[in-house]
């Protein structure tokens, strides 16, 4: 059997080009978003809202804000003592001195500079609960925006997919009609060969392609804590 290095050349990059030409996964709703699909976007934002850690920690700083703001109000217990004094022996005893027949006192006692102290820090800690509330609008608002971002760089990830792909069968049934023509001496070896180059590249740049539509899909999944799959 006489070995044509050309027809070997052409079977194993046919057969690469019928591998890399199938589909590639893709999750349901992907397929159909649109890059201002803007309820699909603030549907992503609520699922990060719920599963992103950022958002639990300045929820969480919201809270010690919260009960930082509690001990400071109750910290006026501080400012202000109340004493209170028995005298059962002098009772007991059945005399009565120069204030006549005191038998109990109550003392109060005020601490000025906790006085002044308390409000300025009752009015810090209530500041600081409205610095961590809005920390957590700036957040919710960076959140929109970047998934907008990635949101738009997987869609265009997925359309540049499907134009790789489309090229890759084009160049393939483009290389099996040189073939064909080449066979029959109707084409050039040169033309011949730049068909396989065609397919062999067409290959690497779905491969490509495919790639940075899996990165952005991680990307996405990274800020929304959650996989694509499970989002219905």
Same mark, same amino acid.
Do not use: C, H
């Given at each position: 059997?006489?070995?044509?290095?050309? #027809?070997?050349?052409?079977?194993?990059?046919?057969?690469?080009? /019928?591998?890399? /030409? *199938? @589909?590639?996964? *893709?999750?349901?709703?992907?397929?159909?978003?649109?890059?201002?699909?803007?309820?699909?976007?603030?549907?992503?934002?609520?699922?990060?809202?719920?599963?992103?850690? /950022?958002? #639990?920690?300045?929820?969480?700083?919201?809270?010690? +804000?919260?009960?930082? %703001?509690?001990?400071?109000? $109750?910290?006026?217990?501080?400012?202000? /003592?109340?004493?209170?004094?028995?005298?059962? @022996?002098?009772?007991?005893? @059945?005399?009565?001195?120069?204030?006549?027949?005191?038998? +109990? @006192?109550?003392?109060?006692?005020?601490?000025?500079? +906790?006085?002044? *102290?308390?409000? $300025?820090?009752?009015?810090? +800690?209530?500041?600081?609960?409205?610095?961590?509330?809005?920390?957590?609008?700036?957040?919710?608002?960076?959140?929109?925006?970047?998934?907008?971002?990635? $949101?738009?760089?997987?869609?265009?990830?997925?359309?540049?997919?499907?134009?790789? %792909?489309? #090229? !890759?069968?084009?160049?393939?049934?483009?290389?099996?009609?040189?073939?064909?023509?080449?066979? #029959?001496?109707?084409?050039?070896?040169? &033309?011949?060969?730049?068909?396989?180059?065609?397919?062999?590249?067409?290959?690497?740049?779905?491969?490509?392609?495919?790639?940075?539509?899996? &990165?952005?899909?991680?990307? !996405?999944?990274?800020?929304?804590?959650?996989? $694509?799959?499970?989002?219905?």
């Amino acid at each position: 059997m006489k070995f044509n290095p050309m #027809k070997i050349a052409f079977i194993l990059i046919l057969a690469a080009g /019928s591998i890399y /030409s *199938q @589909g590639f996964s *893709q999750v349901s709703w992907v397929q159909t978003a649109g890059m201002n699909d803007t309820l699909m976007i603030k549907k992503l934002v609520n699922i990060a809202i719920k599963n992103n850690p /950022s958002v #639990k920690i300045f929820n969480n700083n919201i809270d010690i +804000a919260e009960s930082d %703001l509690t001990i400071k109000k $109750l910290s006026w217990l501080n400012a202000v /003592s109340l004493s209170y004094n028995y005298y059962p @022996g002098f009772i007991n005893s @059945g005399t009565s001195g120069s204030n006549g027949d005191l038998k +109990a @006192g109550i003392g109060l006692s005020v601490n000025l500079g +906790a006085l002044f *102290q308390v409000p $300025l820090e009752i009015s810090k +800690a209530g500041e600081n609960v409205k610095i961590q509330k809005n920390s957590l609008e700036a957040e919710k608002l960076w959140l929109y925006e970047e998934i907008t971002k990635r $949101l738009t760089a997987l869609i265009t990830g997925r359309e540049m997919v499907t134009q790789k %792909l489309n #090229k !890759l069968d084009n160049s393939e049934n483009t290389l099996v009609l040189v073939k064909y023509r080449f066979e #029959k001496g109707e084409e050039t070896l040169t &033309n011949y060969d730049g068909a396989m180059n065609e397919v062999s590249e067409s290959i690497m740049e779905k491969i490509k392609a495919e790639a940075e539509y899996y &990165n952005s899909k991680a990307s !996405l999944e990274a800020i929304l804590g959650t996989s $694509l799959e499970s989002i219905r």
